[in-house]
């Protein structure tokens, strides 16, 4: 059964950063694109950002410049590297294996003064 377990969520200020850890038991992990997702309360989930096999790499328009996503084939894991946080990033922030129903637990994120 494959699982994916996010890790690295927490309460930051404004301005901070945050590096989120999503760890896939996954075969052949490095043929799938991974993504993350978010869903703050209240608001449907939303796609934040993509990272295909070959590394291509797509962002939302409200975290392009600060987020940044990546994977190690290796540790069969990918990040979320999220700087210059706001408020508005709160929210509960999912993995998922692309073109799949496979989606992590979900790890909290908070970014409050």
């Known amino acids: 059964q494959v699982q994916l377990v996010e890790s690295g969520g927490g309460l930051v200020q404004p301005g901070g950063s945050l590096r989120l850890s999503c760890a896939a038991s996954l075969r052949s992990f490095v043929n799938y694109g991974m993504a993350w997702h978010r869903q703050a309360p209240g608001k449907q989930r939303e796609l934040v950002a993509t990272?295909?096999?070959?590394?291509?790499?797509t962002y939302a328009e409200s975290v392009k410049g600060r987020f940044t996503i990546s994977r190690d084939n290796g540790k069969k894991t990918v990040y979320l590297q999220m700087n210059s946080l706001k408020p508005e990033d709160t929210a509960v922030y999912y993995c998922n294996v692309m073109s799949s129903n496979i989606w992590g637990q979900g790890t909290q994120v908070t970014v409050s003064s």
């Open positions: 990272i295909s096999s070959g590394l291509r790499t």
